[in-house]
């Protein structure tokens, strides 16, 4: 099982890229959580990330394809993963590619999660992160048992730096000019899956189990 999960921010990539990599005994590798845990233990990756990351734009290509280089080579990426927000742009779809190969694999699928603007405003205003572990919680959709505190390790939720109404502007033009390409790239090579991503997070969960057990 080797998915990328593509969507713009906030589209619910994380929400089910955890649950899912729990449920099939795959890591789940999210460059988002790595440039941050990169950023927490104040590495010069982590600061360098921060730049860009900041501002709502992508961290250059050569940072992120470095950063997955070492990650798949590890031992638990070789039955296979789910990647989440990775690929971002033609070039690190072509990196990942080469990557793949050279170790004798292919991705299985490209599952896009469809969701409104409206939507994804709605979403990324309201999400809360757990300091910790990176959980996921909504205000509205997803609140936590306790607020402010993880149900499931009792750490801090906090609101993303980049998750203000200014930034994410921002990165929804930077996923339209920069890797919503990514959509015909993998439409052409059938690898492409859409999954309506609005609705009951368990029903988007069971549409990507279908998805991803077509595409095997
Ligand atoms: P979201 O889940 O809201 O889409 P992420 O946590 O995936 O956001 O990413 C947060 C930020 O980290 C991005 O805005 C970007 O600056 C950086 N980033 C994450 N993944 C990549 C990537 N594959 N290429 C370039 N930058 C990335
Ligand atoms: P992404 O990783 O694509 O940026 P997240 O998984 O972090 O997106 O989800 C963004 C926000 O939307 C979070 O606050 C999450 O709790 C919430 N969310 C995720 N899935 C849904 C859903 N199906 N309906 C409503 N809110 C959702
Ligand atoms: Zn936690």
Redesign the pocket.
Known sequence: MRLAFL?????G??TQARDLSREWGVPHL????M??EALAARTALGLE?KR??D???????E??IGL?RERLAKPDAAKGFIV??????IA?AEALARLLKDAGQALDAVIFFDVSEEELLRR?TG?RVCRQCQTTYHLVSAPPQKPGVCDRCGGELYQ?E??RAETVRR?LE??ARQTAPLLDYYRQRNLLTTVAGEGPIDSIRQAIRRAAGTAR
């Not at 501002?55 to 290509?61: F, I, N, Y």
């Not at 989440?84 to 742009?89: E, K, N, Q, V």
């Open positions: 969507g713009p921010p906030g589209a990539k994380g999210a460059t988002g959580d440039l941050r990330a860009f990351m501002q709502g734009a992508l961290v250059p290509d940072v992120i997955m989440d927000g990775f690929p971002r742009t690190q990324l999400r993303r980049d998750d990165r930077v996923f």
